[in-house]
């Protein structure tokens, strides 16, 4: 086999190129770019149409994700404890007395990627639970009894 003159061949026989010319390893490198970004373009659509940020829904004077709605506990004597959260991720709580007025918001704090999950326990007692950044749950406890304290601080579920 001879030296080959021909730029980006396969092979060089008797001194003939077999494999693309020049000419059409350009026309090759142009199609093989232009499919690039043809597939980078479709990607970027995909991604593009995948919410950037979750929708914002304003409930009871605060601004909650939506795709997490409001979960809720209602105690024995009626009155109801919502949970939602906020557009900072935070859990979020407001409740209502026994004449129906509701509280504003306030946070429990935590970082959440998940709606509020409401677990009741006996007398009054509930936990709230979420999934945390690092893809576990976490809880939170209200005890009823006796002042209807929350635990100190955000615990890993014990289910």
């Not at 008797?14 to 693309?20: D, F, I, K, N, R």
């Not at 809720?72 to 007025?101: C, H, L, S």
Request: charged fraction near 15%; glycine fraction near 12%.
């Amino acid at each position: 086999m001879s030296v080959c003159p021909h730029i980006g061949v396969l092979m060089c026989t008797g001194g003939s190129a077999v494999g693309p010319t020049l000419k059409e390893s350009a026309i090759n490198l142009r199609k093989l770019k232009a499919a690039v970004v043809a597939t980078a373009a479709v990607a970027g659509v995909a991604v593009a149409a995948a919410p950037a940020r979750a929708s914002v829904c304003e409930v009871g004077g605060g601004s909650i994700i939506c795709e997490y709605g409001v979960s809720v506990y209602t105690f024995a004597n009626g009155t109801r404890q919502e949970f939602a959260i906020g557009t900072d991720r935070a859990v979020w709580t407001r409740w209502n007395d026994t004449a129906g007025k509701w509280t504003a918001w306030s946070s429990l704090g935590g970082v959440a990627t998940s709606r509020v999950t409401v677990e009741p326990l006996p007398h009054d007692t509930f936990s709230i639970v979420v999934t945390g950044t690092d893809g576990r749950r976490w809880e939170r406890v209200r005890y009823s009894y006796p002042s209807g304290a929350w635990s100190d601080n955000w615990e890993p579920y014990r289910g």
